[in-house]
């Protein structure tokens, strides 16, 4: 079964950059789109990033999504980090009728 | 704006049902697929079933196969997930998605319910 793989935590300082990456377990991460939600403690989750690289309308330009092919690989980078970007962030992509999460990253901004 | 409103979450006894709803606004609604997701109390997001903006293809979790069924009403903008033999692993807000109109995604969430399957 295809499997998204996210590291558990990353930190960083108010007004740096962060990126986290998420790794496909086979086949192509870039056969099938990626998105990434964040889900702050307490809500619900929100897409911060659609389709590979696209945000929706709201969203920062702060934060933008990549894919590298070569490690099989999505990202997500946001920059000028806030206090208020503390949260989870979950990768997530489809595969023959599923639809993958990775196990999310915790993002602490100190 | 698009707005999704779910409920019908509560306590249920191991082997128990209960079905889930999610009132729909804001958008048209048999244009989209929709789906539901899981998260279990401290645990990740987890993909449970969608169905297709006509109702014509279902699909589903292995996890949550044979035992949920998922459902819309046209008439009413609302999505149903009806749950029979539920297990104590089942426990988990459950947050109702619009799809991106793509197939391959999440646009939008309500804000969840939760249902916890205990005795």
């Known amino acids: 079964n295809f499997m998204l793989t996210q590291p558990h935590s990353v930190s960083e300082s108010p007004g740096k950059t962060v990126t986290i990456s998420c790794t496909g377990s086979?086949?192509?991460?870039?056969?099938?789109?990626v998105q990434w939600y964040q889900q702050r403690p307490g809500s619900a989750p929100t897409t911060v990033i659609y389709e590979d690289n696209q945000r929706p309308s709201g969203v920062p330009d702060r934060f933008s999504g990549s894919i590298d092919s070569s490690s099989n690989s999505a990202s997500l980078t946001i920059s000028g980090l806030k206090t208020e970007d503390e949260a989870d962030y979950y990768c997530?992509?489809?595969?023959?009728?599923?639809?993958?999460f990775g196990g999310g990253t915790k993002l602490t901004v100190l | 704006q698009v707005q999704l409103v779910e409920s019908g979450g509560g306590v249920v006894q191991p082997g128990g049902s209960l079905r889930l709803s999610c009132a729909a606004s804001g958008f048209i609604f048999r244009t989209y697929g929709m789906h539901w997701v899981r998260q279990a109390p401290g645990k990740g997001l987890e993909w449970v079933a969608v169905i297709w903006y006509d109702g014509s293809n279902k699909y589903y979790a292995d996890s949550v196969k044979g035992r949920f069924t998922i459902s819309r009403d046209t008439s009413k903008n609302t999505l149903y997930l009806q749950m029979n033999s539920l297990r104590a692993e089942d426990t988990a807000v459950y947050y109702c998605?619009?799809?991106?109109?793509?197939?391959?995604?999440?646009?939008?969430w309500g804000q969840g319910t939760l249902v916890t399957v205990s005795s």
């Open positions: 997530q992509s489809y595969d023959r009728s599923n639809w993958v």
């Open positions: 086979s086949g192509s991460i870039a056969s099938n789109f």
């Open positions: 998605a619009r799809d991106l109109g793509d197939g391959g995604g999440f646009g939008y």
